[in-house]
């Protein structure tokens, strides 16, 4: 179900979202543009848990003991600190929900302790993600960190190097065929029930993701306003 954006309400300044998609959608770039756009926070859990571990809190310490040994953190941990974190100052107007809720029990979970306004749903073919993240190459100098793409943009001018530091490029493990397919897999076992989740609570907006970066942007913020 597709809503058009004059069926939703006006919510003000105040909003609160959840950005849906597989690896590869974009939807990671389309939070930082919302968040600047709205002047709302982009929250990612990958974000969560390297924050309440570099300060040592003690959620960060429960998370730590999971990723040493090399364990899934699980819901119950990550709804914690997911809630913790959508209580700080800054969310006061809104937030920007992105990598959570993965799953219908974190959804129900969220559901109880605060309201949503949208749900969108950037929605690309499997094969677009496979091809989007296939290509993808990753500087190996950690102090620099630069991501390029080689079926997208940006590409390096050496498929091998790095433009900024000229350090070789290199394939993440979990960006091969093989890899992809499985957490393709994962994404459609687990997380896309959310999209009839949200569709039956009336907030689902649905984004072709397969366009320009700007393009997706525009039909965003035109459905959010």
Known sequence: MQIPPEAFKDNGDKMKIILLGPQGSGKGTQAKLISKKFNIPHISTGDIFRKNIKEETELGK??????NSGKLVPDELTNKLVESRIKEDDCKNGFILDGFPRNIKQAEFLNSVTDIDYAVDVEIPDEEVVFRLEGRRNCSNKGCGAIYNLNTSPKPKENNTCDKCSSDLFQRDDDKPE????????????????????????????????????????????ALK
């Open 62 to 67: 429960e998370v730590t003991s999971y990723l």
């Open 179 to 222: 890899a992809i397919k499985k957490r393709l897999e994962i994404y459609h076992e687990q997380t896309s029930p959310l999209i009839d989740y949200y569709d039956k609570k009336g907030i689902l907006i649905i984004i072709d993701g397969s366009r320009s970066i700007e393009e997706v942007s525009q039909d965003i913020f035109l």
